[in-house]
């Protein structure tokens, strides 16, 4: 084989590896996908976006969610030609798709890498199964990556990504803000050689407007209406014990996020389970984020993205909300992303004084690098194993129930409203009367009406007043959407209080991943 060809075999053997990698996902994930029963935090997305008149109205409903408008602008288009939110996952798992073709075809691991990478915890489940915002970040951070490389003569196209990226959700909007500085930080350290880049201030100038323009116009849609109640505060006092309860399930989750062995597994951390572990863990992560961050060192643009992001996401886990491992995955997503974009540069001698820090040499990190992705991908089939044989959320079961027995046209009454909310979604215009909001709707609204009502609206003897209330004021039965069964003790307070009417019990439904998305249904019947 001549130097010529070997080359041209090489870019051959990745284009194939690339689809045979993606093939094996999608064949995976579609499996996977009619599989998994939606909870309420997808479901929420597709209502918002069902439920929403107009655009207008669907950004002022999104404002209480805390997160920007571009995964539920994709959505809506969806919710007018289809009728079941199944659609969605078939967007989301394009998108995961996409993602990984991406990291198959153009990142520069190794190909026994990429195949760890693919399928691992949260690319492979997390952010593919399970359908939310957060793949939509990670496609648009890989197609940043991928463009880095070009970013002198391709500059809008990372300024366009950047912007669309900031607009995901609010991690998005950190790795956005890192990302930008990133590429200002490498035109100070580069500019002694932009001629060789045809460089043009005006163009660059102009791409950096358009990612400003991003980053503001997600920080203005993340501003929460006045009476939005849902995590309004900020937490800006240091308390190293909070910091400690922060940091370590956050660390630990994102690069260990092999769950408990059980049917309860989704938002579990093996590595956490007990103290001694949890220490043991979270010493062997920092040693190898210390190692992996040394190894950057003569590479420093891309020390600064795994830098800034890691902190920059730390920061809001700590002040704003401590988060769960899905969050927690962008901490490794960042990774995955400095890798990426110090392949664009060369090895730079670094300060006398940085030498002394000890590192280890690129083969052992690189052996390092393949144990935590190994460690990823016995997570992320356990995840799968398990989404795939037990139920996870238990609201289309319900749902179903309630079409077959032609109970979707009654009042149905939604005891916790994020719990029914749930089911709520997978009917179709149907709405649930939700006691502690004292309204109608499917979504759940995050308001000050909302709140004022209080916890006592939700427990089950306040629920079932109000659908006592309303079955005596009404012509229709009235259906309970309830997420435990009612105690004995009710039975009297209908009777005394409600003669002639009678409470049944129609199902129940347990047994699933998302504990809290069991229910029982009852019918108040005359």
């Known amino acids: 084989m001549t130097s010529a060809q070997a080359p041209l075999v090489k870019q051959r053997d990745n284009v194939l590896h690339s689809f045979l990698l993606t093939s094996v996902f999608v064949v995976c994930g579609a499996l996977l996908i009619t599989h998994h029963e939606m909870w309420r935090d997808e479901l929420e997305a597709w209502m918002l976006a069902r439920d929403s008149v107009n655009i207008l109205d669907l950004f002022a409903n999104v404002k209480y969610q805390g997160h920007p408008g571009l995964w539920y602008l994709l959505v809506m288009p969806l919710t007018r030609i289809f009728s079941t939110p199944v659609s969605m996952q078939y967007l989301h798992l394009a998108i995961s798709t996409l993602s990984i073709y991406i990291l198959a075809r153009y990142s520069p691991f190794t190909c026994f890498q990429k195949t760890l990478l693919v399928f691992n915890y949260f690319l492979f489940y997390e952010y593919s199964v399970i359908s939310r915002m957060y793949a939509l970040a990670v496609l648009l951070i890989f197609i940043v990556c991928t463009f880095y490389q070009r970013r002198y003569d391709r500059p809008f196209t990372i300024a366009i990504s950047l912007f669309l990226l900031s607009h995901t959700d609010v991690f998005g909007l950190i790795a956005s803000i890192v990302l930008c500085a990133a590429l200002v930080l490498d035109w100070f350290l580069e500019h002694s050689r932009r001629y060789e880049f045809k460089f043009s201030l005006q163009t660059y100038g102009g791409a950096l407007l358009v990612i400003l323009i991003g980053v503001i116009t997600a920080v203005v849609q993340l501003q929460p209406p ?27 989750g994102a690069y260990l996020p092999v769950p408990k062995f059980e049917v309860h597994f989704w938002g579990t951390e093996l590595f956490a389970s007990n103290r001694v572990v949890r220490h043991i863990s979270f010493i062997g992560v920092m040693i190898f984020i210390y190692l992996f961050l040394r190894s950057l060192f003569n590479r420093p643009i891309a020390a600064v993205v795994f830098l800034g992001c890691s902190v920059g996401f730390l920061s809001f886990f700590y002040t704003k909300h401590p988060g769960h ?34 590192r280890v040499s690129d083969a052992n990190m690189g052996r390092l690098l393949n144990v935590v992705l190994s460690v990823h991908v016995v997570a992320g089939l356990c995840a799968a194993y398990f989404d795939y044989r037990y139920v996870f959320s238990n609201a289309m079961n319900v749902a179903e129930f309630i079409r077959k027995n032609d109970l979707q046209d009654e009042l149905i009454v939604g005891h916790r409203d994020y719990q029914a909310s749930a089911v709520a979604g997978y009917l179709q215009s149907t709405k649930f009367y939700y006691p502690i909001g004292r309204r109608f709707g499917s979504f759940v609204r995050l308001d000050e009406k909302r709140w004022l009502e209080g916890e006592e609206a939700m427990e089950p003897n306040a629920v079932l007043e109000a659908a006592l209330s309303l079955s005596a004021n009404g012509s229709r039965q009235v259906v309970l959407v309830l997420d435990q069964p009612l105690i004995a003790e009710f039975q009297p307070l209908i009777a005394e209080s409600h003669s002639g009417r009678s409470i049944k019990k129609l199902a129940e439904f347990t047994g699933a991943i998302v504990s809290d998305e069991n229910y029982s249904i009852y019918e108040i019947v005359k």
């Open 226 to 252: 006045e009476d939005s109640h849902y995590l309004s505060g900020w937490r800006f006092s240091l308390d190293s014990r909070e910091i400690a309860h922060v940091v370590y399930p956050a660390l630990i």
């Open 325 to 358: 491992i899905r969050h927690h995955g962008f901490l490794f997503i960042s990774l995955i992303a400095s890798v990426w974009i110090a392949a664009s540069y060369k090895k730079i001698r670094i300060p006398t004084f940085l030498e002394r820090f000890p």
